[in-house]
């Protein structure tokens, strides 16, 4: 199995975007790059952007985490994976 690609949320929105501002530039995102693969959200964000952001991915990577930081390299919290 691959390593999985991670997504930082730091590197989609800056910090203290409106839900609206987040929905738009994630309904513009172009995700092709992550079918069929495993990503890792991470990022200092609210956990609604995580969620805005994993709904996206859903119907193209094959399974999303989220990577939530535990000062030792990060945890990674399962929220979705694809049944084949």
């Not at 390593?3 to 309904?27: C, H, I, W």
């Not at 999303?64 to 994976?81: E, T, W």
Request: aromatic share 8%; net charge neutral; proline share 7%.
């Amino acid at each position: 199995m691959s390593d999985p690609l991670v997504v930082d949320l730091n590197d989609l929105f800056p910090p203290k975007t409106s839900p609206a501002q987040v929905r738009e530039k994630v309904d513009g995102w172009d995700v092709s790059s992550y079918k069929d693969k495993s990503v890792q959200i991470r990022g200092c964000s609210p956990t609604w952007a995580h969620l805005i952001v994993a709904g996206k991915l859903f119907g193209t990577a094959s399974s999303v985490d989220f990577l939530m930081d535990d000062a030792k390299g990060g945890v990674s919290i399962p929220v979705f994976r694809r049944s084949n």
